[in-house]
């Protein structure tokens, strides 16, 4: 069983940075990816960037190419987006998730991550 607990969120302005932690409560060893996705009001979650644990590779979703930035601290066992020029259609709830499944593509769907922090809130005012 992996916890995961996601930090970081906040209230900000449009073009302003902010940066999200994801803290795993496992030890990463058998962690092949994990990756943040979002969901604003009345939407599905989509996901957002992602990234392999030992390796380091990363995909990203159109939407944050350029602006975020995904990475991973292996002796911290964290998780984190840095995002920049923020947009109000940012504005969502962001959730960390975790996989063991090993894969020769990184999972940019919710069904390829077993398990799922409980949210952190990003509103950007505009």
């Known amino acids: 069983q992996v916890q995961l607990v996601e930090s970081g969120g906040g209230l900000v302005q449009a073009g302003d940075s902010l940066r999200l932690s994801c803290a795993a409560s496992?030890?990463?060893?058998?962690?092949?990816?994990m990756g943040w996705f979002r969901q604003a009001p009345g939407k599905e979650r989509e996901f957002v960037a992602a990234?392999?644990?030992?390796?380091?590779?990363?995909a990203y979703a159109d939407s944050a190419k350029g602006r975020f930035t995904i990475s991973r601290d292996n002796t911290k066992n964290t998780l984190y987006l840095q995002m920049g020029s923020l947009k109000p259609e940012d504005t969502a709830v962001y959730y960390c998730?975790?996989?063991?499944?090993?894969?020769?593509?990184?999972?940019?769907?919710?069904?390829?991550?077993?398990?799922w922090g409980q949210g952190t809130q990003v509103t950007v005012s505009s």
């Open positions: 998730a975790h996989t063991t499944r090993w894969g020769f593509r990184i999972p940019t769907g919710t069904s390829g991550y077993d398990y």
């Open positions: 990234i392999t644990w030992s390796a380091g590779s990363t």
């Open positions: 496992a030890h990463t060893v058998s962690t092949y990816a």
